[in-house]
């Protein structure tokens, strides 16, 4: 079970790793991450996927020389 949880986490640290160009790469590469994130935990991908927007939205706003 556990490395069945870890091959799952690998395309999460990808798509964490992608931050995005525009607003709606940066949209679609956070909510892709937050929803198999909260799908990880065994959490609601929905919410999960709001919150991944959220932050990714806020993250690069904040440090556009990163993404």
């Known amino acids: 079970m556990r490395a069945r949880t870890l091959l799952a ?4 640290c990808g798509l964490l ?3 995005g160009d525009t607003t709606g790469e940066q ?3 956070g909510g892709g ?7 990880l935990l ?8 709001a919150v ?3 932050a990714n939205l806020v993250y690069c706003q904040q440090n556009p020389r990163r993404c």
């Open 42 to 49: 065994d959490a609601n991908p929905v919410t999960g996927a």
């Open 27 to 29: 949209i679609i590469y």
């Open 17 to 19: 790793a992608a931050c």
């Open 33 to 39: 991450a937050g929803a198999v994130g909260a799908v």
């Open 52 to 54: 991944g927007v959220a």
């Open 9 to 12: 986490a690998l395309p999460l």
